[in-house]
Antibody, heavy 120, light 106 residues
Framework: QVQLVESGGGLVKPGGSLSLSCAAS????????MSWIRQAPGQGLEWLAY????????LYADSVKGRFTISRDNTKNTLFLEMNSLKADDRALYYC?????????????WGRGTLVTVSS | DIQMTQSPSTLSASVGDRVTITCRAS??????LAWYQQKPGKAPKFLIY???TLQSGVPSRFSGSGSGTEFTLTISSLQPDDVATYYC?????????FGGGTKVEI
């Protein structure tokens, strides 16, 4: 069964850190270009970070640049998002998503999301 | 950054109606546009890419059109299962950006 499963969400204090994981199964993870996307409660979708298949190319949205780090381990079929200096505005459902299509940056495969709450 | 604006934000229609959602880009994105459907409590589902190409398995009542800065998603005959929020996304350039969403109700 093709799936992405996020984990690592939870409650963290402002200024704190959290590490998210996205475990892939049922497909060739190393062939997928991956991103993290978030959705604040009742709001729309916001792209955060992209990583190429090899991990050599990484891009970030300005809203998280310098605070979040995307990485992947193709040997463990896992995508990561290290989040530092968290703010209340970072409260959201975090999705991992990707595509195997080279040169097309849409998302044909999504996880179910993991919830991050930032509150004192 | 390319801004994506969807209209309307909410749409109420009857079963069998033809429904059209508009997505406008702040600059030309050629045809690099995708559409997603998100049902409450679920992850988005990929519907259309390159503005008009239907993803495999998506019902043929869904169609997309447009180029440059103006795009539309059409549901030819609205079904109860189509109740959802629909998002457009440009992938012409980074940062990738989404429209604000259109909630479709019956």
């Amino acid at each position: 069964q093709v799936q992405l499963v996020e984990s690592g969400g939870g409650l963290v204090k402002p200024g704190g850190s959290l590490s998210l994981s996205c475990a892939a199964s049922g497909f060739n993870f190393s062939a997928y270009y991956m991103s993290w996307i978030r959705q604040a409660p009742g709001q729309g979708l916001e792209w955060l970070a992209y990583i190429s298949r090899s991990g050599k190319t990484i891009l970030y949205a300005d809203s998280v640049k310098g605070r979040f780090t995307i990485s992947r381990d193709n040997t463990k079929n896992t995508l990561f998002l290290e989040m530092n200096s968290l703010k209340a505005d970072d409260r959201a459902l975090y999705y991992c998503a990707g595509t195997a299509v080279t040169g097309d940056w849409y998302f044909d495969l999504w996880g179910r999301g993991t919830l991050v709450t930032v509150s004192s | 950054d390319i801004q994506m604006t969807q209209s309307p934000s909410t749409l109420s229609a009857s079963v069998g109606d033809r429904v059209t959602i508009t997505c406008r880009a702040s600059q030309s994105i050629v045809g690099w546009l995708a559409w997603y459907q998100q049902k409450p409590g679920k992850a988005p589902k990929f519907l259309i890419y390159e503005a008009s190409t239907l993803q495999s398995g998506v019902p043929s009542r869904f169609s997309g059109s447009g180029s440059g800065t103006e795009f539309t998603l059409t549901i030819s005959s609205l079904q109860p299962d189509d109740v959802a929020t629909y998002y457009c996304q440009q992938y012409n350039s980074y940062p990738l950006t989404f429209g604000g969403g259109t909630k479709v109700e019956i």
